[in-house]
């Protein structure tokens, strides 16, 4: 579904991306890794074509977007839906209208399909009922759910998830990676996630990779990333101080 390859990206002199290679397999959910200030957001921007690589190819579904023009590059971005860190809902619209947002926005839809759409995803989400609710009524893992309705109304092939548990309790972080694999097979979709939670990588991903210095130093199951002798990313999953990862 998705494709990185030899992907450059610097911002002044610091290279953030350097030659990194890297292949999304459709209908999984691949998770990447790496340590803070890492890269891994500017990674996500390329995928979803809000950044351009200096060089290198981003081919999402048999397309190269990094020479699209933004007509066709929105064409692609129709594919994706994304659940960012705080869900970023619009504070002054209720649950409905912001998960009825983007059907207004980009879709000729009438109200009545709209409101069943609206409907249909809270309810995929565990949230019924709650439309004329406002954000600031709901709880941390409300919004988040909220937002990942909101993600899923246009009916997305691509679903990217931007540290999706971060700021959550244990329990509400279970909720959360519970509703990522739900979600994942009821729809069929392709997933991306960043993340930091150890626990949470290798209960949702099918897959994992890990940046580092610009590159994916390691990608594979998780059983083959539990196993893995690589020094980077057995500090990183053990959280020590001690070895080739720098700590700042």
């Known amino acids: 579904m998705i494709e990185l390859i030899d992907v450059h990206k610097s911002f002044g002199t610091q290279k953030v991306l350097d030659g990194l290679n890297l292949e999304i397999v459709d209908g999984q959910t691949t998770v990447i890794i790496g340590k803070s200030g890492g890269g ?12 351009k690589p200096d060089s290198g190819r981003v081919m999402v579904d048999g397309t190269d977007i990094t020479g699209l023009n933004d007509k066709d590059l929105n ?33 000729k839809m009438k109200e009545r399909e709209i409101r069943d759409i609206v409907k249909e ?32 109304a246009m ?30 097979k009821n729809f069929d979709l392709t997933c991306v996630v960043i993340s930091h939670d150890i626990q949470s990588i290798f209960e949702v ?6 940046l580092y210095e610009g590159k994916i130093i390691e990608y594979g199951e998780p059983d083959d990333i539990k196993k893995s002798d690589n020094p980077v990313l057995t500090q990183f999953l053990s959280g020590s101080l001690d070895g080739p990862m720098h700590v700042i």
Do not use: Y
Request: a neutral charge; hydrophobic letters at 45%.
């Open 75 to 107: 064409e692609i971005r129709k594919k994706f839906g994304m659940l960012f860190q705080e869900a970023a809902l619009f504070d002054s619209m209720n649950v409905a209208e912001n998960v009825a947002f983007p059907l207004r926005e980009h879709t």
């Open 205 to 210: 991903g099918h897959r994992i990779a890990m």
């Open 155 to 184: 009916h997305p092939q691509i679903i990217l998830f931007d540290e999706p548990t971060t700021g959550l309790d244990p329990v509400m972080t279970e909720a959360i990676n519970e509703l990522i694999i739900t979600t994942q």
């Open 121 to 152: 995803r809270l309810a995929a989400v565990g949230l019924p009922g709650v439309e004329q609710k406002m954000p600031s009524e709901l709880s941390g893992g409300m919004r988040k759910r909220v937002g990942l309705a909101r993600a899923l």
């Open 40 to 51: 891994k957001s500017v990674l996500l921007k390329h995928i979803i074509g809000l950044l």
